[in-house]
């Protein structure tokens, strides 16, 4: 991700549009960001990082993003376009706020909104600020706390990283590294062992309550003794089931010969009902004779009935006849009597037929005289409309005659301001640059001074470098003299041993060994004086070129000074005050040029009005007249007709008085036809109904004489039939069901007195030598039986059922213990593991921690790579894995190595703060490359770094800019935000971010 131009409005301080070019930067890919503190430097970065995620680093609410000076329904918004491989994006995003009410007073909330798009392509990727924020994170493979890390640096942050204790490493690691995963893992551990030791806690409760009080020996115990009373309960109760089925078969032999007296009893009482009902059987016998006798008749007696029905019939429709016939003759009547009055009403047929053939031929008479009274109607209103147009164009043309007047004097009023723009433009520009130069020989005096007061420094500290050195040369130089000077005797305290040669003369005897009147020095001693006087004259040398450098900067500071102040003597604030008093009358100059602009174009568009409603006048004058013209030929043809239609007779009422002569004409003609019409079906409808009488008449007469003959019949065969009367014939006839059914009642009763009697009969001989048994004492001496069995069965299954319940418990009991001892397994393996986990192992590291010391290793071993080349090849960072103790974390402590001074275990604490700064930025750029690297090797062109460089000394600024510089040559942009003024000399590419009073400006400097 490579930043290529960021816009900001109503933005933290920034309360005007804001644009920032990176790509205006030039060729350089490392570039400053300078300016007062509170101007806004640090915003640039958090706007980028909003306008990516919607957030800001540290702890500002999204509510709190707008410029408190920015203009009245100003939303607050970032746009961001930056370059990822071949492909560009912009990212549009607007923070929530309080925007006016666009009626009435107040403010209300407007929530934030977001736009991604990929140029090229007309639509955006995503619109919503959550699918915006996931696809700007699925783009760059990181979310907006990896985005802090690895992109932006507040040196700050770092610092407390560098200096932390161990625990607080522990956790600020934690955020960079995002190892939540672990230390779920541990908790997860921890929670699965408490679960398993919870669960095998409540398994042997469990036994317990399967137990219930009573131990394992104890139930075995009862489960034998139990076992021996049930196998003697089931004994008992075979016995006594024996008896029990004994009492039963005599209970049931007893019970069957008592049916069989029961049964005789039922025999003998069948055969008395037999016997009582033998007069009804007779009855039925003889009434089922009569009706099959009356059945050979039933032809013929409801042929009878048929041909009595028939001539009542036709008796009715005789009589209808009669009634018909008498209907049509009143109708008849009525009939003439219509067609007399419809006669009389035809003679006034002539009359009105004249009458109206005479209004006919006036309608169209009366039909020009409605279009002549149309045609003047419509005239009027043309006239009237005329007169109308002709007012309005009058109108019209005076108004635009009266704007084009006033904005001729507004034109001439403008022309002289508007005229002078030139000039003013002028005299402001070269007011402004004489500003800048003044500005700018401001800031080349103000830096003289600073160093001046740097070299004076620099001279103090030359000259006690020289000192040192020189003291360090003497000290080392009387050493050597001392050692010289004490050699024979230093020789004789070390080197000569008794009967050995002497080092110098090569003699065995020492008579006269050489004594130091003090110590004498020893090589290591000498050679260690000289090295540290070397050092001492190389850091005075060095010294000394810093006080050269500082001075050759001073003397061109002060001759760049003296040419801007030779160039513009003024002072600033004149400069400002007469820039900004000319800024304001161009202002003037170009708002007046502008409305002179305005206001000609308005005179010229003013004055085609005039023209135009003047024409207009004068068409509408002359349609007006013509108007009234056609208007008044209208009105007298008009008076013409009227005339003409008074003197034939014919008023404007003729159509109505015509349609309704027309109207009587056709009702009477209607009428006429009507009455004729029915008195001539009247007449018809009156012969046909006595013709209709007549054959009514005589179908009645032929009816009675078959039904006479009928009667004849029936009556003969009723008495063949053995019947007294035909009506008695008819009493006996049954339906044929009713036939069968009584038949098969005579058979059935018929059949059962005779079975009756025949089992009667048997019975009797059966049970002629035996009585009737005592069923009562048989059933109780079965219930007896019974209940001793039941009772014993009961005391069997009771037994049962404790000893199923005996061997439920302890199988029970059994998968309980099944069941816990897995767990105890699970759990000792599972405890072990989570304790491990949890630190509680030789390194005391838990699993987060050990991931944490593993991840800081790294960081240390990229860090030092960076901090060798800023500190010269002194300082490097080493991981310390040392064991804490009382609750400390282990495996994350860090300590320096200094390679001057031989020391491996430098505290981090114990760093200056020039070398804290190095070891911190170092720190901030191992850790860059290490969360990167962890991030699935992502490409990112970007780094920014924020602030800490104003506590280095030259020489160590400029390896750390050396450092910035190498991570621009791997293909990074790198931007830096610093108050240093060395800084601005030794990066040319700058943004200079200002401070206003209407908010800040940033300007972009080109390398």
Known sequence: MRPLSLELQAFGPYARRQSVDFTALGPSELFLIHGPTGAGKTTLFDAMTFALYGVVPGTRPESRLRADRAAEGAAPRVTFRFSLGDAVYRVERTAAWNRPKKRGDGTTAEPGSA???????????????????????????????????????????????????????????????????????????????????????????????????????????????????????????????????????????????????????????????????????????????????????????????????????????????????????????????????????????????????????????????????????????????????????????????????????????????????????????????????????????????????????????????????????????????????????????????????????????????????????????????????????????????????????????????ARAREAEPRPLAQLQAEAAAAGQALAAARAASKELARAERALDEARAREAEALSASRAAGESAAAAAQRSGAAAAARDELRRQLAATGAGPDARERLARVQAELRALEQALASAAAAHAGAGAARAAAAARRAACRDERERAAERAGAAQAEAAAACQAAEFASTAGCEAALLPEERRRELARAIEDRTVSARTAAERAAALGEELAASSPPDLAAARAARDAAATTAAAARDAAVTLDGELQAIGKQERRLGDLGTQLAALEREAEVLGRVAEVANGKNGLNMSLQRFVLAARLEEVAEAASRRLLAMSRGRFRLRHDAAVGHKGQASGLGLVVEDAWTGVTDRPVGALSGGESFLASLALALGLSDVVLRRSGGLRLDALFVDEGFGSLDEETLDHAVRALEDLREHGRLVGVISHVPELRRRIPARIEVRRGEEGSTAVVHAA
């Open 115 to 561: 736009a991604l798009f990929r140029e090229g392509e007309p639509a955006p990727l995503a619109t919503r600020t959550t699918a915006v924020s996931e696809k700007v994170e699925a783009l760059l493979g990181m979310g907006p706390e990896q985005f802090q890390r690895v992109v932006l640096l507040p040196q700050g942050d770092f610092k407390k990283l560098l200096v932390a204790d161990a625990r607080e490493r522990e956790a600020l690691l934690q955020r960079l590294f995002g190892t939540e995963r672990y230390a779920d893992v541990e908790r997860l551990l921890a929670e699965r062992k408490n679960d398993l030791l919870r669960r095998a806690k409540e398994l042997r409760q469990r036994q317990d309550e399967v137990l219930g009080g009573e131990s394992a020996a104890a139930l075995a115990e009862r489960r034998a003794a139990v076992e021996a009373r049930l196998a003697a309960a089931r004994a008992e109760a075979g016995a006594l089931d024996g008896a029990r089925a004994e009492a039963e078969a005599g209970l049931a032999a007893a019970a069957a010969l008592a049916g069989r007296f029961d049964e005789l009893a039922r025999a003998h009482l069948a055969v008395e009902r037999a016997a009582g009902a033998a007069a009804e059987l007779a009855a039925d016998r003889e009434r089922l004779a009569r009706a099959e006798r009356a059945e050979r008749v039933r032809e013929r007696l409801a042929a009878a009935a048929q041909a009595e029905a028939a001539r009542a019939e036709r008796a009715a429709g005789e009589e209808e006849a009669v009634r018909a016939e008498a209907l049509a003759a009143a109708d008849a009547a009525q009939a003439q009597e219509a067609l007399d009055r419809a006669q009389a009403g035809a003679a006034r047929l002539p009359e009105l037929a004249g009458r109206a053939q005479a209004l006919a031929r006036a309608l169209p008479e009366l039909e020009r005289l409605d279009r002549a009274e149309e045609d003047l109607r419509a005239l009027a209103s043309e006239s009237t409309r005329a007169a109308a147009a002709l007012a309005t164009a009058r109108e019209a043309h005076e108004a635009a005659a009266r704007e084009a007047e006033a904005l001729g004097a507004r034109a001439a009023a403008l022309r002289p301001a508007a005229q002078d723009e030139g000039r003013r433009a002028e005299a402001a520009a070269a007011l402004e640059a004489a500003a800048r130069a003044a500005q700018e020989r401001d800031g080349l005096e103000a830096d003289a001074r600073r160093l001046e007061q740097e070299l004076a420094g620099l001279e103090r500290q030359a000259a006690h470098a020289a000192e040192a050195a020189a003291r360090a040369r003497a000290e080392a130089d009387g050493l050597n003299a001392a050692r010289e000077a004490g050699l024979a005797a230093w020789l004789a305290a070390n080197k000569l041993q008794p009967a050995q040669p002497c080092p110098v003369c090569g003699s065995v005897e020492h008579p006269a060994p050489a004594r130091a009147a003090a110590k004498v020095p020893d090589k290591k001693e000498v050679d260690a004086a000289r090295a540290g006087a070397e050092k001492l004259a190389e850091g005075a040398s060095a010294r000394e070129r810093q006080r050269s450098s500082a001075a050759a900067l001073l003397e061109e500071a002060r001759s760049r000074a």
